[in-house]
């Protein structure tokens, strides 16, 4: 009876072990409500948004969640401007690019949407924006994402930035009472595609990938 309890007992205690470890490497809604707090009292120049891969059946929850909670910054002011980030990386369609189309297409300006295609791991999502923003000539800078990734590029972002850069991770409460006036527009993704795409899979080894995870891999001249 006992090895039979045990049985049951340990896909339970696996779940929970790994519902943990999600937990840990994500910023809690309190900690995420804090942040949102100090940027609410900001005005930065560009917000950074990391990309997501794009296939043809239409963006997921988790480029759409970006998206419009891009938006929202740029309508509070808290973004004057937003650059999203993004090459080719597991699909044939730059990111960068089709997180921009979208972006026009729920309502922000294009004047104040910019996009960059070269970054294919977060941490250069982050910097090439940077990069990008500086030569520009916009100074003020603030990473907008999901909680989790927000924690993860959270010491990158102090290191690499600077200590004066904004960190914004998403307020899900925010975007859920935003959901009923959200639309799923259609957009032109072939405006989007790269003709010589391969997959970073084939180009890259794991440990490779890995290293680009880590930020081993930043072009620095990219920009």
């Not at 490497?25 to 917000?47: L, N, P």
């Not at 925010?174 to 405006?191: F, K, V």
Request: hydrophobic share 40%; charged share 20%.
């Amino acid at each position: 009876m006992r090895k039979k309890q045990n049985s049951y007992l340990q896909p339970v205690i696996y779940c929970s072990f790994v519902l943990l470890l999600l937990q840990s490497c994500s910023f809690s809604d309190k900690t995420t409500g804090i942040y949102y707090k100090k940027a609410a009292t900001e005005s930065y120049d560009m917000i950074a948004v990391p990309g997501v891969p794009f296939y043809e059946t239409g963006w997921d929850s988790t480029m759409k969640a970006r998206v419009y909670w891009s938006k929202f910054l740029y309508d509070k002011g808290i973004a004057k401007n937003i650059m999203y980030s993004g090459s080719s990386v597991y699909s044939a369609y730059y990111e960068g690019k089709i997180m921009a189309l979208y972006a026009i297409a729920i309502g922000i300006p294009a004047e104040h949407v910019f996009y960059e295609t070269k970054a294919e791991h977060s941490t250069e999502n982050l910097y090439y924006v940077y990069l990008k923003s500086k030569k520009m000539g916009f100074t003020r800078l603030a990473l907008a994402t999901d909680p989790f990734q927000a924690k993860q590029l959270k010491r990158f972002t102090r290191v690499r930035i600077g200590k004066d850069a904004g960190l914004i991770p998403i307020v899900f409460d925010t975007l859920r009472a935003m959901q009923p006036y959200m639309i799923d527009p259609q957009i032109n993704y072939a405006e989007a595609s790269n003709p010589n795409f391969i997959s970073i899979k084939k180009r890259e080894s794991f440990w490779k990938r890995l290293k680009g995870t880590m930020g081993k891999n930043i072009d620095y001249q990219a920009y």
